[in-house]
């Protein structure tokens, strides 16, 4: 069984919805956990530095998405979007079995498995409702949500049209936390 990681509040990074992360995680609480997506940042390895830097002195958890080398230099965790995941190289699993935090995102109760045969701490499940983010996929709902994160082996971390209001449904889940984007930046 995975190690059990306490994450009440993960805020994901989204260079295209999410602003800035530097000022997204000035505003988070101390034990709040980032997850720096902006794949796509000209200057994605600074920003990441950057980041890094004010996390540990606000003392959130940070986890930097798709790059084992990035998270390696900033001193970070690794977070694998769901093909990533499944594709995991043997440094990574490696890395992980050293000790090395690991979270994934998972899109269904295989990619849960996986997540959780890999050693993640957590997975993001998601999308739980209608969201921004992917406009017009198709979300779990919430009693698919709370079934598959029922049957999870490994914390699940809601994900996908979480705001002020959804958390309320979400809060009887067997759930380790919530993820957002747009509701915990100045961009919506």
Known sequence: MARRLKLALVAVTDEKRGGDPLAMAARLP??????????????????????????????????????????????????????????ASPRIRLWVRRGGHLTAAAHGRAALSHAARLGAEAALLSPVFATASHPGARSLGLPGFRRLARGAKLPVIALGGIDANSIRKVRGAPIAGVAAVGALTDQK
Request: glycine fraction near 6%; proline fraction near 3%.
């Open 30 to 87: 101390a034990g709040s956990t980032v997850i720096f997506r902006h794949y796509m940042a000209p200057n994605r390895a600074t920003l990441a530095m950057k980041l890094a830097v004010l996390c540990r002195e606000k003392r959130l958890k940070l986890m930097i998405a798709g790059d084992l080398a990035l998270a390696l230099e900033a001193r970070a965790g690794l977070h694998l979007p769901e093909g990533l995941a499944k594709q």
